[in-house]
């Protein structure tokens, strides 16, 4: 037996007739950014007159003016303003709906996410060598500090600072530490174990926002070191620990630097040690990845070979 319900259906009806035509949204959104029609339709690739069509086609479904007209250009009304707010919501809502699909549509390219640093200072030598032994193995790298959606992004996974949502995958990549190091020619022929004398040199000072309280600090180190009645030099200070480690290298100051990304620069001796005192990083990194990811051919595969030390 069908069972119909008329009125729900019916009141469905109206309210699809009732939405506005959505290249007239797109053009009121843009003729608002602009004021001035001539500027909209140079920006969208049409005539100013298909503008002018497109606006007063919605200012009659809506009912109601949505621009004062001036040989300046146009100005929103009142209303305008107020119905702009609920114009940009409503394509900015179809855009994440689309970006969701996206992410749904099969590729053969692994993207992963992660931080600046970790990207230059630690995966991509360990992304190219990978690629070398698995040619058949596409991989992008983003670099970013956003975090990522991945409801919204076709990301396949990100290397986080920390775990993030608990539906998500969290496989252990390493726990990082800091080393007190500098540039040879910063020390100028010093006792690397001379620490009196080492710690009048600048201290570069590395600043995480809302994650500096699980980066272990200048403050934290002199103590351990029998220092803390000592407060830190002051110094060049950096939101990146690439640019951080750039800055020691210069002979700039003295650094506390994550063993994991400084240590080409000591291999090269670009970075010298300058004491056997390290501190932890208070969170570990982590490949995080939806299940989704499971199923993608050769994802597995790479997730493997990123958490193998030797790849």
């Given at each position: 037996?069908?069972?119909?319900f008329?009125?729900?259906?019916?009141?469905?009806?109206?309210?699809?007739?009732?939405?506005?035509?959505?290249?007239?949204l797109?053009t009121?959104?843009?003729?608002?950014?602009?004021?001035?029609?001539?500027?909209?339709?140079?920006?969208?690739?049409?005539?100013?007159?298909?503008?002018?069509?497109?606006?007063?086609?919605?200012?009659?479904?809506?009912?109601?003016?949505?621009?004062?007209?001036?040989?300046?250009?146009?100005?929103?009304?009142?209303?305008?303003?107020?119905?702009?707010?609920?114009?940009?919501?409503?394509?900015?809502?179809?855009?994440?709906?689309?970006?969701?699909?996206?992410?749904?549509?099969?590729?053969?390219?692994?993207?992963?996410?992660?931080?600046?640093?970790?990207a230059?200072?630690?995966?991509?030598?360990?992304?190219?060598?990978?690629?070398?032994?698995?040619?058949?193995?596409?991989?992008?790298?983003?670099?970013?500090?956003?975090?990522?959606?991945?409801?919204?992004?076709?990301?396949?996974?990100?290397?986080?600072?920390?775990?993030?949502?608990?539906s998500?995958?969290?496989?252990?990549?390493?726990?990082?530490?800091?080393?007190?190091?500098?540039?040879?020619s910063?020390?100028?022929?010093?006792?690397?174990?001379?620490?009196?004398?080492?710690?009048?040199?600048?201290?570069?000072?590395?600043?995480w926002?809302?994650?500096?309280?699980?980066?272990?600090?200048?403050?934290?180190?002199?103590?351990?070191?029998?220092?803390?009645?000592?407060?830190?030099?002051?110094?060049?200070?950096?939101?990146?620990s690439?640019?951080?480690?750039?800055?020691?290298?210069?002979?700039?100051?003295?650094?506390?630097?994550?063993?994991?990304?400084i240590?080409?620069?000591?291999?090269?001796?670009?970075?010298?040690?300058?004491?056997?005192?390290?501190?932890?990083?208070?969170?570990?990194?982590?490949?995080?990845y939806?299940?989704?990811?499971?199923?993608?051919?050769?994802?597995?595969?790479l997730?493997?070979?990123?958490?193998?030390?030797?790849?």
């Amino acid at each position: 037996m069908n069972v119909t319900f008329p009125n729900i259906e019916k009141q469905l009806d109206i309210i699809m007739l009732k939405l506005p035509n959505l290249n007239s949204l797109i053009t009121f959104i843009n003729a608002a950014q602009t004021g001035n029609f001539a500027k909209t339709a140079k920006a969208l690739c049409i005539t100013p007159a298909a503008v002018s069509q497109q606006i007063k086609l919605l200012e009659s479904h809506v009912e109601t003016l949505l621009f004062e007209r001036s040989k300046q250009g146009v100005e929103l009304t009142q209303a305008g303003h107020q119905y702009l707010y609920f114009a940009n919501q409503a394509v900015e809502s179809l855009q994440r709906g689309q970006a969701s699909l996206d992410q749904l549509k099969p590729q053969s390219i692994f993207t992963l996410n992660t931080l600046p640093s970790v990207a230059s200072l630690w995966l991509m030598p360990k992304v190219l060598l990978i690629m070398e032994k698995h040619p058949d193995l596409e991989i992008r790298v983003e670099a970013s500090h956003s975090a990522v959606d991945f409801s919204l992004s076709r990301c396949d996974a990100t290397i986080s600072f920390g775990k993030q949502c608990a539906s998500l995958n969290h496989d252990f990549l390493f726990q990082d530490d800091v080393h007190l190091v500098a540039s040879p020619s910063l020390i100028n022929g010093m006792a690397q174990g001379d620490l009196d004398a080492l710690l009048e040199k600048p201290m570069i000072h590395i600043d995480w926002g809302d994650d500096n309280a699980f980066l272990p600090n200048w403050q934290d180190w002199l103590t351990v070191a029998g220092y803390q009645n000592r407060q830190p030099n002051k110094g060049p200070q950096f939101n990146l620990s690439s640019m951080a480690i750039d800055a020691a290298i210069q002979g700039k100051g003295l650094l506390l630097g994550q063993g994991l990304f400084i240590q080409n620069a000591l291999r090269t001796g670009q970075l010298v040690s300058l004491s056997d005192i390290t501190l932890s990083l208070r969170k570990a990194y982590y490949l995080t990845y939806p299940d989704r990811t499971k199923k993608k051919a050769g994802a597995m595969v790479l997730i493997e070979q990123l958490k193998n030390e030797e790849s």
